[in-house]
């Protein structure tokens, strides 16, 4: 099967930066779309960037300016540069990939999500 880890969540001062990571492993044939996506407190979740194979990438409005997402195809990892913090940018960032991939000999295609990091900006 195929599993997403992320990593580099934590506490940080307002304006601060952080850096999240996510790596896919697995019986993994292609990748598509990767992308973070964040559920605050309280709040449903929500998209924050997205990123294509081709390096296309699109943003929520609230982090346009502040958030820069990437990806390095040949590591099946995506990335989330996150500048100029805010209080409300605290929540659980959650990895997601859209990917096919092997299993039983068969392709299958899904969307797959990480566990979750916290990233915490306190007032």
């Known amino acids: 099967q195929v599993q997403l880890v992320e990593s580099g969540g934590g506490l940080v001062q307002p304006g601060g930066s952080l850096r999240l990571s996510c790596t896919a492993s697995?019986?993994?044939?292609?990748?598509?779309?990767m992308g973070w996506y964040r559920q605050p407190p309280g709040k449903q979740r929500e998209l924050v960037a997205t990123?294509?194979?081709?390096?296309?990438?699109n943003y929520a409005d609230s982090v346009k300016g502040r958030f820069t997402i990437s990806r390095v195809n040949a590591k099946n990892t995506v990335y989330l540069q996150m500048n100029s913090l805010k209080p409300e940018d605290t929540a659980v960032y959650y990895c997601?990939?859209?990917?096919?991939?092997?299993?039983?000999?068969?392709?299958?295609?899904?969307?797959?999500w990480g566990q979750g990091t916290q990233v915490t900006v306190p007032s």
């Open positions: 990123v294509t194979s081709g390096g296309s990438t």
């Open positions: 697995g019986s993994i044939f292609r990748i598509n779309a």
């Open positions: 997601n990939a859209d990917l096919t991939y092997y299993s039983d000999g068969s392709r299958y295609t899904d969307d797959c």
